[in-house]
């Protein structure tokens, strides 16, 4: 059907062929200001034309309208309606996943939250996990100088099931993590590591190495020059060549907590975090070593 409309064969519809379009699809004659109406609503990448996917869309969202048991109203003033009311809907659940987000703000960036003290949002009720600490590899906390607060108030956030796993990092983030658990005699800390610039995240990489690392939540700071940059993209590299579990943005951390929560809860499902029970690697380690044996292979022959 959208080739139908697609009359210059570029792929996309513009607003002519769109206005076509959208009048064969309703059977009224729509208007050009009707037709910009709908193009800001479905013209979803703002390029003021409509693709195949998004004439999908629109074209589902006009059977729906179609289908209406009102049949009095003009379908014109129906598409109107509905755009109005979808968008209202759509900003009224964002308003709702704003005011959760609220204590979560500065960790987020999001200046835009809506304070509710009526709809707190709480994902860090206390539970007993399936697995001890100590039958678990370590949970490396690390960050940048500028990503230190932020990291702190991470922390606090999720201390209850941050703990569940034995905590390690460098020096500064582990100073941190004492007082945040100050008192707490369940925490178990793994080691301490040098800062960054002094070796930390070498010493990391080490642990790595070991197999006694399973994942790392890493505050980078993108907005910095580091003296170490070559031991940052090392570890994130090895974390990588590992496949270990990995991530470096507050946001990330956030959404990976349920997984950890998850994994944790009931009888446990350790699947869902496997980096910290096995020793894995990224699949193309198989194809790199078999690659290295011929290079040896072949240097041996040339030897003998």
């Known amino acids: 059907m959208f080739l139908k409309y697609d009359s210059d064969g570029n792929g996309v519809l513009d607003a002519d062929e769109a206005l076509r379009a959208l009048s064969d699809l309703t059977g009224n004659e729509v208007t050009f200001e009707q037709i910009s109406t709908v193009l800001r609503e479905f013209d979803t990448d703002g390029n003021g034309e409509i693709d195949m996917s998004e004439f999908a869309v629109m074209a589902n969202f006009l059977e729906e309208i179609g289908n209406d048991e009102d049949k009095e109203t003009d379908f014109a003033s129906k598409i109107l309606s509905a755009i109005t009311i979808s968008k209202q809907t759509t900003q009224d659940v964002l308003n709702e996943v704003s005011s959760k987000l609220f204590p979560f703000r500065d960790i987020f960036g999001l200046k835009s939250a809506n304070k509710n003290p009526d709809n707190v949002f709480n994902m860090d009720d206390d539970f007993d996990p399936a697995f001890a600490p100590s039958d678990m590899r370590c949970l490396a906390l690390v960050s940048h100088n500028d990503m230190k607060a932020t990291m702190k108030h991470f922390v606090i956030h999720h201390k209850n099931i941050l703990k569940k796993f034995r905590l390690t990092g460098t020096k500064s983030t582990m100073t941190m993590l004492k007082e945040v ?123 003998s």
């Open 181 to 303: 658990f100050n008192g707490d005699s369940s925490v178990v800390f793994g080691p301490s590591f040098q800062s960054g610039p002094l070796g930390g995240d070498a010493e990391l990489v080490a642990m790595m190495c070991g197999n006694g690392l399973g994942g790392i939540i890493f505050f980078a700071d993108p907005m910095s020059s580091h003296p170490h940059q070559s031991d940052i993209d090392c570890l994130c590299r090895q974390s990588i060549v590992h496949n270990i579990m990995s991530c470096n943005t507050p946001v990330s951390a956030y959404m990976l907590m349920h997984t950890l929560r998850t994994a944790l809860l009931g009888e446990g499902r350790p699947e869902l975090i496997p980096s910290f029970f096995f020793t894995l690697q990224s699949p193309s380690v198989v194809a790199y070593k078999i690659a290295q044996k011929k290079v040896i292979a072949s240097h041996s022959a040339a030897l």
